[in-house]
């Protein structure tokens, strides 16, 4: 062979490669840009745990190594995400981060990568059964009513209502809310995200008197037939003036904030990751389906991982779009 057709061949060899890198972009990842591990937030809720588990799949898949710290929610805006510890968050609610992400795109060393896709809604949330015995329900007002109040008390409580909040690190504002709107209800705290949906469904099986935190993307709003109590509608000013509202002497006094659900990355994961990154950004997911599959979580029995294992194959297309 001559020396001028060694050199051809040659040639053609490196344009070849070259042509089939730029078709296959996500090839990038696998090698990936940084050995080091993209460490991906677990909170205390069945929803964010599950996408944190999704995204890290596609991310293993595309060569990368995962690791998933346990964060806490509010917090974590400020300190993991700000310096490293984390990479990446999957669920930060309108709902209630609102303050928190403020602070957080405030700092300049995290990036608000966009909406996961479902709107966040979460209030108090009463079984219908619960409107036979307080009739002006879902009307915030109703709730002023000592009869009212006491059909939601348990003994612990009487003659007070009981509402079920969420655990103390979602904050929401619950109890400042019955302070300031002169409820007749003690709020109790639930330990768990998981204790608060049992303690539903225990009540619900029995008829049993429960005014508890429900959230939506969720299973429970359509496993249990029920209403969101329908308090003031919030505005920024609520949260901030005391003269804002139904009392002059106190914040809070309207119904949580509704909206999205963000995604949030630390600052440098775009440059150590890029592929990842893109991942992270395109990500998106739908409502009916986050709730079927929390609910197979939850309900059912299966593990986080198995369901995450389940969607990345039958959206293997969707994702290797997101990574080109």
């Known amino acids: 062979m001559s020396l001028r057709n060694m050199i051809s061949r040659l040639s053609m060899g490196a344009l ?19 050995n080091d591990p993209i460490k991906i937030a677990l909170f205390d809720w069945t929803s964010v745990n599950l996408n944190a588990k999704i995204l890290g799949g596609i991310l293993e898949k595309l060569g990368y190594t995962v690791e998933y710290p346990t964060a806490d929610y509010l917090s974590s805006l400020t300190t993991g995400l700000t310096n490293g510890d984390l990479a990446v968050a999957m669920e930060f609610w309108d709902t209630t981060a609102g303050e928190a992400m403020k602070a957080s795109d405030a700092t300049g060393q995290t990036e608000r990568l966009g909406a996961l896709g479902p709107k966040a809604k979460e209030e108090w949330w009463y079984p219908e059964y619960m409107k036979e015995k307080c009739p002006g329900l879902p009307n915030w007002e109703a709730l002023k009513d000592p009869k009212c109040a006491e059909a939601f008390s348990t003994a612990e409580t009487a003659p007070n209502g009981r509402y079920l909040g969420g655990p103390v690190t979602w904050e929401g504002f619950d109890d400042e809310r019955a302070a300031a709107l002169k409820l007749p209800f003690t709020v109790i705290h639930a330990g768990t995200d998981a204790a608060m949906f049992a303690e539903l469904d225990s009540a619900f099986q029995r008829k049993a008197p429960i005014m508890l935190w429900v959230y939506s993307p969720h299973w429970a709003p359509a496993k249990y037939k029920g209403e969101w109590v329908e308090f003031p509608d919030y505005t920024p000013e609520c949260y901030t003036d005391p003269k804002w509202g139904v009392n002059l002497d ?42 079927k599959m929390s609910g ?22 969707d994702w290797k779009a997101w990574a080109e």
Do not use: F, R
């Not at 070849?16 to 940084?34: D, G, K, R, V």
């Not at 197979?296 to 297309?317: M, N, R, S």
């Open 16 to 34: 070849t490669l070259a042509a089939a890198s730029a078709l296959t972009p996500s090839a990038q990842a696998a090698a990936p840009e940084s």
């Open 250 to 291: 106190a914040k809070y006094d309207c119904g949580k904030p509704h909206g999205e659900i963000w995604k949030y990355s630390w600052a440098g994961m775009k440059d150590k990751w890029p592929v990842a990154y893109k991942v992270a950004k395109n990500y998106t997911i739908d409502t009916d389906e986050l709730n």
């Open 296 to 317: 197979q979580i939850d309900l059912e029995g299966k593990t986080p991982e198995d369901v995450a294992a389940a969607w990345i194959a039958a959206h293997e297309a």
